[in-house]
């Protein structure tokens, strides 16, 4: 079932394999951007402040994030393809719970359970493309095909969460259960059986220290406002206590979590890094606009998802030529580029009044934020994954997506602790404050990627050097 380049036609069992991962992808995509727009609706039905809002994106992502890596370990263990199919069939329950409940605090932990079981399903899909696709020209164009299947969902999510919204809120919920049947179904049919088991045990210790010190660090940030400042720096302390002993655990047990040795790869260190300031500070920047085009503007769920449409529709667009740029460009200089137009899509919010001017900052904000996303994720993707033994596959994949899911709770948890804050006489000065730190964690993104770009520079030259001092010394002799 591997392909070994673009050029080669690949054959029905890598297409149906390839079909029922985008269509999972597809399925995560479309719940993130409906919830998304859902969330002024289901606050004003369940009676939820702006804090505990948040926990309905976080709850989720926590779970997705806190369990990434044993997802990933677990689908090396157990095989890509049976926890695949597990955890997308706890999924669709999960889905359907949530939108049963009447009760703020029961839908954050049914949030919680969907992301626990995304956290099994999106290592083992990613882990069954870099397994199915040789590294190179054929695994770049199936992960370009896997983002572009996000994008699309995630387009497709904000128009009917839109319009289901306008219904009841709770159709934004029940609307995946359906495409996580039809998912299921095609699953077991298509995803190849040939899938071996891995060797070694969980580190069950492991993903509890690491899952409680993300949640702990989310709780202090969100909390921070509103508490006297020796609780915020005791929690800080707590939170970094559980890291050190996460750390500690996976240097002395016998099959950690996570093999610390692969972080000595720079390249997986840096894209990680980037995944966490694009996801985050866009999970950030969402849910103000949501709160600034609803709550404020009065605009509908309808109007509001129209308006995040063409950033979405960019992606989708974009994403599938990812791949040969990639191969032509390098990722580096694509990251690089995806930051800049990051930026630059802030920085247009930033000029947000009561009257906003859709042509002026509304769609030229969007398209850039974008094409940020079109050129930077699947480069994220690709750079991670290239060079990563097979058996460490789902591990890289893990990582990749913790990074993401990890840093959409903790910079969205600093962005509503800014917004909480921030004064009532002064919504507008709130919103922007707010997305004033999306702003700069792209910045930080923008200096992550250009450093990666230099050193890459720096090691072909003295690649370079080398060369032509051995050319030198043959002359010589």
Not at 74 to 97: E, K, Y
Request: proline fraction near 4%.
């Amino acid at each position: 079932m591997t392909s070994s380049g673009t050029n080669e036609r690949w054959g029905a069992p890598p297409w149906g394999a390839l079909s029922v991962l985008c269509a999972v992808v597809f399925l995560d995509a479309l719940d993130v951007s409906m919830v998304g727009v859902a969330l002024p609706a289901i606050q004003a039905d369940l009676g939820m402040s702006t804090a505990a809002l948040q926990w309905v994106v976080s709850g989720y992502v926590l779970g997705y994030g806190g369990l990434l890596l044993l997802g990933g370990r677990t689908a090396d263990l157990l095989g890509r393809r049976r926890v695949f199919l597990v955890a997308l069939a706890v999924f669709a329950v999960a889905s359907l719970l949530g939108g049963l409940m009447n009760d703020g605090a029961l839908l954050i932990a049914a949030r919680f359970v969907k992301g626990m079981s995304a956290a099994f399903t999106a290592p083992a899909a990613l882990s069954i493309i870099t397994t199915t696709f040789a590294e190179g020209p054929a695994r770049n164009r199936a992960l370009s095909i896997f983002t572009a299947c996000g994008a699309s969902g995630f387009s497709l999510g904000l128009v009917l969460s839109g319009l289901l919204t306008e219904i009841g809120w709770r159709w934004t919920f029940l609307m995946p259960v359906p495409v996580a049947i039809v998912a299921l179904v095609a699953g077991l049919r298509l995803l190849p059986r040939s899938d071996e088991r891995g060797e070694g045990g969980h580190d069950i210790l492991g993903a509890i220290t690491i899952t409680a010190a993300m949640l702990l660090l989310v709780f202090t940030v969100v909390q921070a406002p509103d508490v006297p400042l020796w609780r915020t720096v005791l929690s800080a302390v707590a939170v970094a206590a559980l890291f050190a002993l996460f750390v500690w655990l996976e240097r002395r047990v016998r099959h950690p979590l996570v093999r610390l040795g692969i972080l000595r790869s720079a390249p997986l260190v840096r894209a990680n890094i980037g995944l966490v300031i694009l996801f985050g500070s866009y999970v950030g920047f969402q849910f103000v606009a949501m709160q600034y085009f609803q709550n404020l503007l009065g605009w509908s769920a309808l109007e509001t998802a129209l308006a995040f449409l063409p950033a979405g529709l960019l992606v989708a667009v974009s994403s599938t030529k990812m791949g040969d740029l990639a191969d032509r460009y390098g990722t580096g200089r694509l990251i690089a580029l995806g930051s800049v137009a990051l930026l630059a899509g802030y920085a247009m919010f930033l000029r947000l009044d009561t009257h906003p001017s859709l042509a002026t900052m509304v769609l030229p904000g969007m398209a850039l934020l974008g094409i940020a996303f079109g050129l930077s994720f699947p480069s994220l993707n690709i750079q991670a994954t290239n060079g990563v033994s097979d058996d460490e596959q789902g591990l890289a994949s893990g990582l990749l997506n913790t990074s993401g899911q990890v840093g959409g709770a903790v910079v969205l948890a600093i962005v509503t602790a800014v917004l909480t804050s921030g004064s009532t006489a002064d919504p507008i000065g709130a919103f922007r404050s707010a997305i004033i730190v999306s702003a700069l964690f792209a910045l930080l993104g923008l200096a992550v990627a250009v450093s990666g770009l230099r050193l890459r520079s720096r090691s072909r030259s003295r690649s370079g050097t080398a060369t032509a001092a051995a050319e030198q010394a043959l002359e010589t002799v």
